[in-house]
């Protein structure tokens, strides 16, 4: 089959014919059909996390997938061969990655079911991205008529948080730069923009003097954006290891990592199939032009980058 891969530690990410692998028991075969850009596969094919995670070479990049089972191993119950579904690889080793015309998933954690409204570039957008948003808002606890920041609106996190967050009744402050991206998160329902490039947390304050209850944090430095939280307030953040790493006496720092269970993948699909929440597909990629995304991905996001495998 075709991959995006890296052939050996420290070789460029390439395209590779290797072998089609085999459900390994408690494991479904998915065909790929879109996969989508995150910051984990550059990282992956940057070489950063060698001696961090086990590399079984040649690592298949990609974590996002959306496709349609082919082979079930031995043990499933609950999936079948022909099922739309989309999800995260969630293995404890790299190699088995999505950008490819097949990976193998356990259908424990990282795998669900896939509406039939809902298109493989919408789903492979959902992944990854769309777990770290529905896992910081459910720990934000937002209240109806709050009022929450979010920094790096603009990216597939952000995106889905403002949206979630204005579903939950909050008003949402979100970061943007240029013209487009103000449209960009006022098309998802922000109804004020601060610039960070320009002390964000001053232009929240000069609008809202007590503070906002939630900062979310999915871009910049968190220091510099605790001034716009109000007291008693919370950081959400998945750029966070651990509360120590944000000192504060006055706010709750809740750090994110992500847990894609199936239930919160299952979730996500339903938002999109209603119309609850809407997956923004910045552009798509064919397989060989993986490189040429993740290039795209460092410079900036709008939405989500969305690689195709037909
Ligand atoms: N812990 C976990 O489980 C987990 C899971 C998923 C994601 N994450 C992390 O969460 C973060 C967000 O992920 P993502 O997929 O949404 O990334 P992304 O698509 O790159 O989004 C980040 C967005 O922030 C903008 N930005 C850059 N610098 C900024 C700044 N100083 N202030 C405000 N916005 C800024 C970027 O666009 P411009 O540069 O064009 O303005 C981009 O649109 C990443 O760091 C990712 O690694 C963690």
Redesign the pocket.
């Known amino acids: 089959m075709r991959a995006l891969a890296l052939p050996e530690s420290g070789s460029q990410p390439q395209l590779v014919d290797i072998d089609i692998p085999a459900p390994a028991a408690g494991e479904v075969r998915v065909r790929v059909h879109a996969a989508s850009v995150?910051?984990?596969d550059l990282?992956v094919a940057n070489g950063h996390l060698e001696g961090m995670m086990e590399h079984r070479f040649p690592v298949v990049l990609g974590k996002d997938f959306a496709g349609v089972i082919d082979s079930v191993g031995p043990g499933v119950t609950g999936h079948a061969a022909g099922e739309r579904v989309f999800g995260v690889v969630t293995k404890t080793f790299l190699g088995d990655g999505s950008f490819g015309e097949y990976v193998t998933v356990p259908v424990a954690v990282g795998l669900a079911k896939l509406p039939d409204g809902v298109a493989f570039a919408e789903a492979a957008g959902l992944g990854?991205?769309g777990?770290?948003a529905l896992?910081s808002v459910r720990a934000a606890e937002i209240a109806e008529g709050s009022t929450v920041l979010v920094?790096?609106?603009?990216?597939?996190?952000?995106?889905q948080v403002v949206q979630l967050a204005v579903a939950a009744g909050a008003r949402v402050i979100a970061?943007?730069?240029?013209d487009e991206?103000k449209a960009h998160v006022g098309a998802l329902g922000a109804t004020e923009t601060v610039d960070?490039?320009r002390d964000?947390a001053g232009a929240v304050l000069a609008g809202h003097p007590d503070g906002v209850d939630v900062v979310f944090h999915?871009?910049?430095?968190a220091a510099t954006l605790l001034p716009a939280l109000r007291n008693g307030g919370r950081v959400v953040s998945?750029?966070l290891g651990s509360p120590d790493q944000l000192p504060t006496e006055t706010a709750t720092v809740i750090?994110?990592?992500?847990?894609p269970a199936p239930e919160t993948l299952a979730r996500l699909a339903q938002n999109q199939a209603d119309g609850a929440t809407t997956v923004i597909v910045q552009r798509k990629y064919p397989l060989a032009d993986v490189p040429t995304a993740f290039a795209d991905?460092a410079?900036?996001?709008?939405?989500?980058?969305v690689v195709t495998i037909d």
Request: charged share 10%; no cysteine.
């Open positions: 995150n910051g984990f990282a990854l991205a777990v770290a896992d920094s790096g609106a603009t990216g597939g996190v952000g995106g970061t943007a730069h240029t991206e960070y490039t964000p999915f871009a910049g430095d998945p750029l750090p994110i990592y992500a847990n991905f410079a900036g996001t709008l939405g989500k980058l």
